[in-house]
């Protein structure tokens, strides 16, 4: 049934950006994390998205409807260079005093997570309208 | 004397329209009026019972279209218990009347 | 039992069904690298009424694309939801009132 499938495709999105502004804040958080546990300085996460066919619970055939969900199909670690500040004084400078700062502009991930905001917000949006729908198809029944 | 020559008169007459009945007059017509309603009912009672198990099953099958089903059935069902009800006291008026 | 009128609202029903769940298929994939919007051609499906049959996905023309290639535009997609879920509420409506109407005739028969 196409209404109730695309609960569960609103459903993935919300999942997705979720994640996305997990990793998002993740990287506020650790703008200025010099020293990880695998060593040097910490490296900025990205995620990838791809679409998905949904395979609802309750439906009986992989239904080749249109429409598609979406999943988060790898998470991606910056592998760039790190951002030397000079810092002689700082605990983890390096022979020539500078120190290895994560490669992320906080500004960047801030408007990055607005936008999966506004994106999680439009899903549940989705699922308002969606679930208005189906409860007016119910009504029929009560005529 | 001339003989009085009978005069065909063709008078044109209205037909009124016959009623969808093929067996004799009597207690069969009321009989089949009862069974067509009973068939119809009976088509729409299977068809909204397939459509909510292909609902229930998951089948693709839209609320909406199942909601529809479901009422059509139950309309004619509502309408035959009507129906019926009027072929029944109209078979017992007739089957009342002094001869 | 039902008239014209009403199998057409079914599927009129039928189509806007389809077309929520392509918008809450774009909605999902607004940041899906590469992804198209979709969209069903409601006038023409609408009026060949192709009873049964699925209707047909395109990619609407003339939707600015991002640099990697997605094209799903948030605002056109809140909008289409809302105008959808309207279009819907009238249908169900109007279906609903058409059920009540004959209904009502019959029980009026009750004392006829």
């Known amino acids: ?143 | 004397m001339t003989p009085i020559v009978p005069v065909n008169l063709s008078i044109p007459r209205i037909v009124a329209p016959v009623a969808p009945s093929t067996g004799t007059p009597g207690g069969s017509a009321f009989q089949s009026a009862l069974t067509d309603a009973i068939s119809q009912v009976e088509t729409f009672a299977n068809n909204a019972d397939a459509s909510i198990n292909r609902f229930l099953s998951g089948e693709g099958e839209e609320l909406h279209d199942m909601a529809l089903k479901v009422q059509e059935a139950s309309l004619s069902f509502d309408l035959f218990l009507q129906v019926r009800s009027k072929i029944i006291s109209a078979y017992q008026s007739v089957m009342s009347m002094q001869v | 039992m039902l008239d014209p009128t009403t199998s057409n609202l079914q599927r009129y029903m039928d189509l806007l069904s389809t077309r929520q769940k392509l918008v809450a298929s774009n909605i999902a994939n607004a940041d899906t690298p590469g992804y198209k919007t979709e969209d069903i051609d409601f006038q023409c499906e609408y009026a060949s009424l192709l009873n049964g049959q699925a209707p047909l996905a395109y990619e609407p023309p003339g939707l600015p694309e991002k640099p990697d290639g997605n094209n799903v535009s948030l605002d056109r997609e809140t909008r289409m939801l809302a105008e959808n879920a309207m279009r819907f509420n009238v249908a169900s409506n109007l279906v609903t009132g058409q059920i009540k109407t004959i209904r009502s005739a019959i029980d009026e028969g009750k004392n006829g």
Request: hydrophobic letters at 40%.
């Open chain 1, 1 to 143: 049934m196409s209404l109730l499938s695309a609960l569960q495709i609103s459903a993935s999105g919300m999942a997705a950006q979720r994640t996305r502004a997990e990793m998002l804040v993740e990287n506020m958080a650790n703008a200025d994390t010099t020293r990880t546990p695998e060593g040097g300085p910490y490296k900025r996460k990205d995620v990838v998205f791809s679409s998905e066919l949904q395979t609802s619970p309750f439906s009986a055939v992989f239904q080749h409807e249109a429409g598609q969900g979406v999943r988060i199909a790898s998470v991606a670690q910056d592998t760039g260079p790190p951002e030397l500040r000079y810092l002689p004084g700082h605990p983890d400078a390096d022979a020539n005093g500078y120190v290895a700062f994560p490669r992320l502009n906080p500004a960047e991930e801030m408007v990055d997570l607005l936008n999966a905001s506004r994106s999680y917000e439009g899903n549940v949006a989705a699922i308002t309208a969606v679930k208005d729908m189906i409860t007016n198809s119910v009504s029929i029944l009560k005529s």
